[in-house]
């Protein structure tokens, strides 16, 4: 092998690691609603009200194309944004196992009754902070007077 193959290889390893290490997640409780946007495209509102907005949402592959973490107060603003989600799922449910439950318990995503918790683990892209950013005066200050 030679040295330069082998640098490549702990250039790549040292930024896949770092990568790997600013990936975020979100879990979707017991409670959480769900509303079907358009194919692939939905809104979870979690118990706390907040709203997570995912789309090319595939249950089967267990992926997320996007997602936007919203702050419930208006204006309904993101506080993040990410891509290349993943999910983890406690399971799938039959319709029968999922009669015997509380509806908190589970959802229904495209007919598929998916058991609560679902935990998404994302790329964020994009952070927003929740107390946005400061504004400015729309008209300079005057001399000597601070605000």
């Given at each position: 092998?030679?040295?330069?193959?082998?640098?490549?290889?702990?250039?790549?390893?040292?930024?896949?690691?770092?990568?790997?290490?600013?990936?975020?997640?979100?879990?979707?409780?017991?409670?959480?609603?769900?509303?079907?946007?358009?194919a692939g495209h939905f809104k979870f509102t979690l118990p706390n009200r907040?709203?997570?907005?995912?789309?090319?949402?595939?249950?089967?592959?267990?992926?997320?194309?996007?997602?936007?973490?919203?702050?419930?107060?208006?204006?309904?603003?993101?506080?993040?944004?990410?891509?290349?989600?993943?999910?983890?799922?406690?399971?799938?449910?039959?319709?029968?196992?999922?009669?015997?439950?509380?509806?908190?318990?589970?959802?229904?995503?495209?007919?598929?009754?998916?058991?609560?918790?679902?935990?998404?683990?994302?790329?964020?892209?994009?952070?927003?902070?929740?107390?946005?950013?400061?504004?400015?005066?729309?008209?300079?200050?005057?001399?000597?007077?601070?605000?």
């Amino acid at each position: 092998m030679s040295l330069t193959s082998l640098f490549l290889i702990v250039v790549f390893l040292v930024f896949s690691s770092t990568a790997f290490a600013q990936q975020k997640s979100i879990t979707l409780p017991k409670g959480t609603t769900v509303q079907k946007i358009s194919a692939g495209h939905f809104k979870f509102t979690l118990p706390n009200r907040q709203i997570v907005e995912v789309k090319n949402f595939s249950l089967k592959l267990g992926t997320v194309g996007s997602i936007s973490i919203i702050n419930p107060d208006p204006p309904e603003k993101p506080i993040v944004k990410g891509t290349k989600g993943t999910l983890t799922i406690s399971g799938k449910l039959t319709k029968e196992a999922a009669s015997k439950l509380p509806p908190t318990d589970y959802i229904k995503i495209d007919d598929e009754v998916t058991w609560l918790p679902i935990t998404i683990f994302y790329q964020p892209v994009k952070i927003i902070l929740k107390t946005g950013v400061n504004e400015l005066s729309p008209q300079p200050d005057p001399p000597g007077v601070v605000k």
